[in-house]
């Protein structure tokens, strides 16, 4: 018996060992065969996971930043030890000791799963299986991801360390709303940084990885369950007292999402056309990926305060224009009736509404109830009995619609508005804006504002180093993300003609060059073509200085072909404003279109003396490790290695820029440009400092311009439709644009200065007589008011003053009130005066 009980146990522990064995080399092929083509836990080693990249103002504020995956990294060394408590408390109690995977724990997690039907299930996974899983596995839910979780996890825990293993996880997790990682979850849901958590605070953090889609709106109850469940475990593990536990479980869930916590992108300025463009720029350079998830740090050009006096100039000046043509759009949106029974749906309907909220002082509305003249309004984030209320509530009155017409089908105008009604309906969403004193800023009344049909953009920049102080795309980003002073290819029209009189005075013209102003035909494959001056009219032979300065359409055309359009598309080209210009005279004119962006940096070398500037956004882009990747100013600091500088010295600075034109030819050019502001299109400008521009208006008026510059700083305007088509008879660059200059300039000036243009070396000033007045032009050495006086024609038929049709006859521009002047050679020349002054011209395409 003893024998056969010997056997028999012989014989099952033969089966065992052998069936373990069996079982031990099946396990050990399948991990061998599963293992064969995983990768390298090595890689964890430099992990870079997708961070946020930050934009930051001059003063080192933080403007804006973009993200693919939300994520603030932060190691290990700076993690609360609360945080790190509550996750390993809510997902692997044992991570510090077991060995990757454990076994305890998944036999637990199973009966408590069992014991509580799943309502307070555990997970089974490890934090390093989760970090496999996350980092190198789908989340596929099948056995063979699974041995190969196992597989992965048991290499990472002997490569790495425990905390190395907990870092990756907590900066890697997904927390919902777009955020990954506990730095930028607790930022989301509760705006605060992780030191400043409280454990309730970090134990839902630590709730979330169960089911991240969860809403602490819409899932509150579920979470706050979830929440008290890290809670226990933790004063269960020990990290906890038992009172801690009860006070904090006791506490209501709290969130920025729920209203309890301002939101942190509320501390940020709204996304604008400037910063969208940073990004435009440096996912080009640095590639989409690098940019959202490569977590740069980016120091922007842009001063807040100029880029918020650019934003209101330019708005000013569209809605200005878009009020004076009396159209009512509205904003298209219409909240339904069902929805405004109560003050709690319509507020809620109204925050859902599509309409720009960047534009300074102006408010969502909802109109309410119309009355017999007036309209009662709902305002978005103002009290129904704010002081500004009347008895019935918020009202625009009769008063504030008679301006507008409606806007009927088939492009029908509705009469004159008279009553509210006339223009709004119940449930239309409008902007509306205080209109209070001048004087007292005493409140007045609600006034109506809509988004302009007109658009524009604006951009200033220094012109030494192309850093761009402010830019404006449009009226509203939110409205319109187009950005119109980079990338709307528009018609420059006469603020182009400066790029031609600089090929001229540098193909051997002075300021005093006499040019034919009269008519010109053009045989084109086209048919003939008979450009005009705007206005009409004709000067006869006057000074080049008088052809910019009164923006003279034949002269530039004679100009153009005289010195040849290949040498004017050589120079717009080295100025960066197209990179290839058809040679075609029309083009002389501005008839090809680019950007604001090229036209604004090409002027700036005008301002600088003639050398090369590149414009940017950016100063200085680091990496996530701090590392500068990208800085704008390339020049060398000569002395600045030195101890010390002699009192008075100032710092050497190298600069190797290229020349991109004559100083002297930049000088005449700049001094006929001042010409232009004080006499001619642009006068209207008015700086305590000097200032030189050019005005632009194509034909039909379709785009209007004006560039102007000071001895330092350089700004531009365009306004335009999108859909290109006139502005109408009014409408000029000296008329649209320059006031948007002005007003901007004004407030630049104020903080930067200015100064008289510099003087290159290597000429001479000379008195010339234009018609009424004597103006002090620069010639090169070598070369004279008088020196080889012609009249240019271009190689056109002449036509005799007297015969000249609309000739603008003045005793200034007849020989006998002319000066005469002894040339080099001893002969007798003839410079005639300025033709008429008065005579105001925006030049433009014809």
């Not at 996890?153 to 919902?176: M, Q, V, W």
């Not at 777009?178 to 979850?185: F, I, K, L, W």
């Not at 089911?211 to 990290?239: H, K």
């Not at 100064?755 to 234009?770: E, H, I, L, Q, R």
Request: a positive charge.
């Amino acid at each position: 018996m003893i024998r056969f009980v010997l056997n028999f146990v012989g014989a099952v522990f033969s089966w065992f060992v052998t069936a373990s064995v069996f079982l031990a080399l099946t396990i050990g092929g399948i991990f061998w065969i599963y293992s064969r083509d995983l990768p390298g836990a090595e890689e964890l080693t430099r992990y870079a996971p997708k961070t946020i990249s930050r934009i930051y103002s001059g003063e080192g504020r933080l403007i804006d930043e973009f993200a693919e995956e939300r994520r603030i990294f932060v190691p290990i060394g700076e993690m609360p030890d609360m945080v790190k408590q509550a996750f390993i408390s809510a997902e692997d109690k044992n991570f510090y000791t077991h060995q990757g995977y454990d076994p305890r724990g998944m036999a637990a997690a199973a009966v408590e799963m069992i014991r509580s039907r799943g309502e307070s299930a555990r997970g089974a996974s490890t934090i390093t299986q989760q970090v496999a899983k996350n980092f190198f596995l789908s989340a596929d839910r099948t056995a063979e991801r699974k041995i190969k979780e196992l597989i992965i996890a048991s290499r990472l825990t002997k490569l790495l360390s425990k905390d190395k293993i907990l870092e990756l996880y907590l900066n890697e997790i997904f927390l919902g709303q777009n955020s990954y990682g506990v730095g930028a979850a607790a930022q989301t849901y509760f705006n605060k940084p992780l030191s400043d958590l409280a454990p309730h605070e970090a134990a839902l953090l630590a709730a979330m990885p169960q089911a991240p889609s969860r809403s602490v709106l819409r899932d509150r109850e579920q979470l706050t369950e979830r929440r008290n469940y890290v809670l226990r475990e933790m004063w269960q593990n020990g990290y906890l007292t038992e009172d801690t536990y009860k006070a904090e479980a006791a506490l209501p869930l709290k969130s920025v999402q729920g209203g309890d916590y301002p939101a942190f992108r509320n501390s940020l300025p709204p996304r604008d056309y400037f910063t969208d463009e940073i990004r435009r720029q440096l996912s080009a350079q640095f590639g989409t990926e690098e940019f959202f998830g490569g977590g740069l740090s980016i120091r922007a050009t842009v001063e807040p305060q100029l880029q918020k006096i650019a934003a209101k100039a330019l708005q000013d000046a569209l809605e200005r224009y878009d009020r004076g043509i009396g159209l009512w759009r509205g904003t298209g949106q219409v909240i339904p009736p069902d929805q405004l029974d109560s003050e709690e749906h319509w507020r809620a309907a109204l925050a859902r509404a599509k309409v720009p909220r960047d534009i300074e002082g102006w408010l969502p509305a909802v109109v309410l109830s119309l009355g017999r003249t007036d309209a009662v309004i709902g305002i978005e984030g103002v009290a129904n009995d704010a002081p500004e209320a009347g008895a019935r509530g918020h009202i625009i009155p009769a008063a504030d619609v008679q301006w507008a017409r409606k806007m009927l089908p088939r492009r029908k105008r509705a009469p004159q508005a008279r009553v509210a009604s006339d223009l709004l309906s119940v449930g239309d969403v409008v902007l509306v804006r205080r209109m209070v004193d001048d004087g007292s800023r005493k409140f007045i009344r609600w006034t109506l504002r809509q988004v302009p049909g007109i658009e524009g953009g604006f951009m200033a920049m220094d012109v030494n180093t192309g850093r761009v102080y402010a830019m404006q795309g449009g009226f509203s980003y939110q409205s319109s993300v187009f950005n119109r002073a980079t990338q709307a290819q528009r018609q420059p029209g006469s603020a182009f003609k400066p790029f031609v009189y600089a090929a001229a005075l540098d193909n051997g013209y002075t300021p005093a060059t006499i040019v034919a102003d009269e008519p010109i035909t053009v045989n084109t494959p086209q048919g003939l073509w008979t450009p005009k001056n705007s206005g009409g009219g004709f000067y006869g032979p006057v000074p080049l200085r008088t052809g910019i300065e009164q923006s003279r359409n034949l002269m530039t055309i004679r100009i153009a072909q005289d010195i040849g359009m290949q040498t004017v598309a050589r120079y717009a080209e080295r100025f960066g404003v197209y990179d290839k210009l058809a040679p075609f005279l029309a083009n002389s004119l501005g008839a090809q279109e680019t950007t604001l962006f090229k036209m604004v940096a090409a002027y700036a070398m005008f301002a600088n003396g003639g050398e090369r500037v590149e414009p940017t956004l950016v100063d200085r882009v680091q990496d996530r490790w701090g590392r500068t990747v990208y800085r704008h100013d390339k020049r060398l600091c000569r002395t600045c290695d030195m101890g010390s500088l002699p009192a008075g010295t100032a710092p050497v600075i190298a600069s190797d820029r290229e020349r991109v034109m004559d100083a002297i030819t930049a000088y005449q050019l700049t001094s006929m440009l001042e010409g232009v502001v004080k006499r001619g299109s642009g006068k209207g400008v008015k700086l305590p400092v000097p200032v030189a521009g050019k005005t632009g208006t194509t034909n039909d008026a379709k785009d209007v311009w004006f560039i102007g510059f000071t001895s330092n700083m350089v700004a531009g305007c365009y306004l335009g439709y999108d859909d290109p088509r006139s502005l109408g008879s009014n409408a000029y660059g000296g008329t649209l644009c320059v006031p948007v200059f002005n007003a901007f300039m004004r407030q630049a000036v104020k903080q930067y200065g200015g100064t008289k243009f510099k003087v290159p070396p290597g000429g001479y000033f000379a008195d010339v007589s234009y018609g009424k007045g004597v103006i002090s032009e620069y010639f090169r050495n070598g070369t004279s008011p008088s020196s080889g006086q012609r009249v240019v024609d271009g190689g056109f038929q002449r036509v005799p003053k007297d015969q000249l049709p609309g000739f603008k006859k003045s005793s200034d521009v007849t020989e006998k009130a002319a000066k005469a002047v002894t040339t080099s050679t001893g002969k007798k020349k003839i410079i005639p005066k300025k033709a008429d002054y008065g005579s105001m011209s925006s030049g433009g395409l014809y």
